[in-house]
């Protein structure tokens, strides 16, 4: 960990961090605090150290650390909506969110001592991508770790931009090949054409091939069939419970029937499973003001 300066600790800004995340553009930001400073160099990053004959030579100071890990921060590719994404505003409802955290923070505290990721599944509104981001900024901050982010829509649109300009898609997922750390955010969200697949299939299986990649995934579908969870007597959810809720809730078809055999046994081999159950937050709104609901699509 970065140690705090005494004047960190009382800044009201970073809370002792010396560093602030913001939203620059649609990409997550990080930068020094103003309160940042180091005793040992001033804050220049570098010292002069003289060796047993007299001899100086320029060394990197301790605290360049921090600024190698914004700078890693930078070009992971976070959405910036997620600048306040963080453990400690993960507020867990019910056991299995509460389960997802701890072995999302248990995660981070092993880092390196296996080689599988985490493979967060549950309905949308649970607190997956949340967690997800949450584990890779502090592999990030606390490890150094290179990682990326990706959303699995963007990276296709990423793709398909590409070909336009005359790039291969070689190209376009070579950054995600090769980081050490990768998050597949929403994986099988969307049509799942045999192209697409083939895409993440180029991903998945090279990932797999190499040894020391860890990758973590978001999605909305499980690793077998689900009901829809909310069984209940009460009035008030009787619309949740429609056929038209149940037709379109995530959660009858498996991932694999969605990526196919070869990807999912891959990711199950490459991840642990991490399941979140309970209430949609979309379907709390539904309980709150009990009105039709909205067929979703996806
Ligand atoms: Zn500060
Ligand atoms: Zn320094």
Redesign the pocket.
Known sequence: MIQANPQSQSCSKCRGCQYLLTNVKGLLFGEHCSCFS??????????FEEDASGVSTLKE????VLTQRLAKLNAAGIPGKFAGTQFETFNPVGDSQKQAKSRARDFVRDFGKTGQGLMFMGRPGLGKTHLAISVIKALILEWGADCKFIDFFQLLSDIRYGYSQDLSEQAIIHPYVQAQVLVIDELAKGRNTEWELTMLDQIISSRYNAADKITLVTTNYMDVPTEPERQTNDSKFADTQSSAYRKNAVGEETLQDKVGERIFSRLVEMCQIVKLQGQDYRQEVLAQYPIAPKSRKR
């Open positions: 180091c005793d040992v160099c001033g804050g220049r990053g570098q010292i100071c301790s605290c360049a």
